[in-house]
């Protein structure tokens, strides 16, 4: 039927709905013609739950952004399991209770008393299953396809290519001191330039680096003194094998996942365990331990001698020592009998999203280190915008804005992790998609995903030629700046950082490995360019000191430090001084104002500069 014109009088708009209905009820719609097509088709068919507006809103302005996220990390539902999936699930779940009780996480409540004080103290937390699939790292699969074809318990799925995870998590966001302005839950990570002074330390000395990583790391931790009184309902599994009836409490006695303290427990039983077995905690350098001699002392005869080292991130790490050395030998014994390890590797091995490599130097008896980050490269998705969309012109429309900032959050964990080449673009494009974002921003940004997919980098860390002992290597700073090239006059800084051999003072074209980089908004507008190289240098002379003070600390410089503040400060400033600092600079302005002008303001335009 034809849908009736519109005519003079007020349009009569429940004829219209019915005429609507009508044509929509007789016109095939997509299902029907799939099913009587004659040619061969692919169906593919998604259950969505949109319990929110926002999620229904998502769907609708950009539905494969919006599937794909739901399909890469998304919580498994077990009712739309195979019967074999859906045994894997079950096996993993049981793998988890038991792993709580052995560990004593929780306990049945001693008494009507101690539940009736639980409910009067409000100190109840639900916890709940979190099911996922993990898929399985490229050096693992043929260990895994063994596994999945003779262990009958297995939890791995039949081509090995991934496993079942069950996690009992406790709601986190319920707990009572949540509001409380004392309540601590932060914890501290290992830095970028720590984790590449262990892989320089470790070509360095030539000792194999090992790779630990906690199994239920924070079951076998003890809580902190904000969870010191917390009961959870926990989930039916759990309740059974404690015989506790059905809504019944339990008592947490050891970190959850879910726990907001969980993390900042972790930290602090690591490094109060790792500090009894003998380790010095790094001055700078939080999620840093060594170990060094009671009876030796290092190369120049003023400092202990180093055994080994140990830093992660949160509960994965990396260790390395001397293993010819009997004491390092019953150290990192301890260490491994100190917690419960899920896997330990040497030398090859993933470590916090990237991929850690030894590799043999040819015509030498050496060995240098290998990171990267290609299986993640490959899954960095296009920017989430149609095509057709893409190549026209014009400003962005607020979902576009949202699709580059996703695409450049992708791209921002590359550039922090192991290409610095991205570090100056993403941080500029950042700035322009707020604040003037056009579709050829967007462009620019899908360029730069197909670059890198193209040609990912890799970070190498080599033996340098000449550095025999610690204090021979020479770090290098590097600082840089453009000016007024971002909104509102704004510069931008950008430096990096590098290690070479005692032959670079010289000026000697030197093998150098890169330790750290990085480019950033300069904190105040420079009113010409010798404002912004001060500030760009500045920052830059900072960071060396930073590293120079740590590279000295791993070798034992710092091992008896003054409790004295005053002490501390020159101490630390004498400590760094043991290694050599090499800060470049471009600018002429820059080096005279610091080296030869002693003018008042030594040649400077701005005096915040001088």
């Not at 969980?262 to 939080?286: F, M, N, Q």
């Not at 850690?356 to 490959?378: I, R």
């Not at 940004?445 to 002992?469: D, H, N, Y």
């Amino acid at each position: 039927p034809k849908r009736p014109k519109n005519t003079a009088y007020d349009l009569k708009w429940v004829e219209q709905l019915e005429t609507d209905a009508a044509l929509e009820s007789n016109t095939m719609d997509a299902f029907s013609a799939l099913q009587q097509t004659d040619d061969e088709v692919i169906q593919i068919c998604f259950d969505l739950e949109l319990s929110t507006n926002r999620q229904r809103k998502m769907l609708e302005r950009q539905p494969v952004l919006f599937l794909a996220k739901k399909l890469n990390g998304a919580e498994v539902q077990v009712q739309r399991l195979s019967d074999y999936d859906r045994s894997l699930f079950q096996r993993a779940k049981t793998k988890e209770v038991t792993s709580f009780l052995k560990n004593e996480a929780v306990r049945k409540c001693l008494s009507d008393e101690e539940v009736r004080r639980a409910y009067d103290s409000n100190r109840i937390i639900r916890a709940r299953w979190v099911l996922t699939w993990k898929c399985t790292p490229p050096d693992e699969i043929e260990q895994a396809k063994h596994e999945a074809a003779n262990d009958p318990e297995t939890v791995l799925s039949k081509d090995g290519s991934r496993k079942a995870k069950a996690r009992i998590v406790l709601l986190g966001f319920q707990h009572p001191s949540l509001l409380d302005r004392s309540f601590k839950t932060s914890a501290p990570v290992q830095s970028m330039i720590g984790r590449n002074l262990i892989y320089l330390l470790a070509v360095q000395e030539q000792w194999e680096i090992h790779g630990l990583d906690l199994a239920t790391a924070f079951l076998q931790t003890q809580p902190t003194e904000a969870d010191a009184e917390i009961w959870t309902t926990g989930v039916s599994e759990l309740r059974a094998a404690l015989g506790i009836p059905e809504g019944g409490l339990m008592r947490v006695l050891r970190n959850i996942y879910g726990s907001t303290t969980a993390p900042r427990g972790l930290w602090l039983d690591l490094h109060k365990t790792l500090v009894s077995l003998g380790a010095t905690p790094i001055l700078g350098e939080r999620c840093l331990w060594a170990w060094f001699s009671k009876t030796e002392l290092e190369a120049t005869g003023r400092f202990p001698r180093l055994l080994g080292v140990m830093g992660g991130h949160v509960d994965d790490f990396h260790c390395c020592g001397n293993f010819k050395s009997p004491e390092w030998q019953k150290i990192y014994n301890e260490i491994l009998a100190a917690y419960k390890w899920g896997t330990a590797k040497r030398g090859n091995y993933r470590h916090a999203g990237t991929d850690l490599k030894t590799v043999p130097c040819k015509n030498s008896d050496q060995f240098k280190l290998m990171v990267d980050q290609d299986a993640y490269v490959e899954s960095v998705a296009d920017v989430a915008i149609p095509a057709e969309r893409l190549y026209q012109n014009g400003p962005l429309q607020k979902q576009e804005v949202a699709a580059c900032r996703t695409a450049l959050g992708a791209l921002q964990w590359l550039a922090i992790q192991t290409q610095p080449q991205l570090c100056a673009r993403c941080n500029l494009l950042l700035t322009e998609v707020v604040t003037n974002g056009t579709l050829e921003t967007a462009r620019e940004i899908q360029q730069m995903i197909t670059e890198v997919r193209a040609e990912p980098f890799s970070l190498e860390f080599s033996k340098l030629p000449g550095a025999k002992q610690w204090n021979d290597v020479v770090f290098i700073s590097m600082g840089d700046q453009s000016h007024s090239n971002r909104p509102q006059g704004d510069s931008t800084g950008g430096m990096v950082t590098l290690a070479a051999g005692p032959e670079a003072v010289s000026g000697k074209v030197v093998p150098m490995t890169l330790i750290s980089w990085r480019t950033w908004k300069l904190k105040r507008k420079a009113i010409s360019s010798n404002d912004a190289e001060v500030q760009s240098i500045l920052e830059a002379e900072d960071q060396n000191f930073r590293v120079r003070m740590l590279w000295s600390e791993l070798h034992g410089a710092g091992f008896q430090r003054p409790d004295r503040r005053p002490d501390l400060v020159e101490m630390a400033e004498n400590q760094a001084a043991l290694v050599t600092g090499i800060l470049c600079t471009d600018s002429r302005g820059g080096y005279d104002a610091v080296e030869v002008n002693e003018s008042p303001l030594l040649g400077l335009s701005n005096m915040r500069a001088a």
